[in-house]
């Protein structure tokens, strides 16, 4: 499983740092649609998702996204940090999980996906202490 964890961790550090004008957005869809698929159960439910799940290019960003949104999946998660509560069907699994764990969890994946994407809005060069 550790291979298959790389190899999905490969495809997305690709797509994070392929600032090109013109991606090969359906090939690098593809190899994602593929390592998700690797690291996941072949169910037909599994198949179904990662068939959802694309590289996407705006004039703005570069990153994963689904099929049917106009925004990252960052963006998502993002926006979940914000929930008031914790989803019912997750606190039935997790029934001692606080609002404020949750929406933790939910601003370190949007952090964790936003490293993987590439916006117009990024510094052109990293802070001298972080190099």
Avoid at 14 to 20: C, F, G, L, P, Y
Avoid at 56 to 61: D, E, G, L, M
Wanted: net charge negative; hydrophobic share 40%; glycine share 4%.
């Amino acid at each position: 499983m550790a291979g298959d964890k790389r190899i999905l961790t490969e495809v997305l550090l690709e797509a994070a740092v392929s600032k090109q004008p013109d991606p090969d957005l359906a090939q690098m869809s593809e190899r994602l649609r593929a390592a998700l698929l690797i690291n996941s159960s072949s169910s037909p439910e599994a198949c179904g998702l990662a068939d959802n799940v694309e590289y996407r290019a705006t004039s703005r960003w570069q990153g994963l996204s689904t099929k049917g949104a106009q925004s990252s999946i960052s963006a998502v998660f993002e926006a979940l940090s914000h929930a008031p509560n914790v989803p019912t069907d997750f606190e039935v699994e997790e029934p001692e999980i606080s609002i404020q764990d949750f929406q933790a969890a939910m601003v370190l994946t949007a952090t964790i996906l936003r490293a993987f994407e590439y916006s117009d809005d990024e510094p052109a060069e990293a802070p001298p202490d972080l190099e």
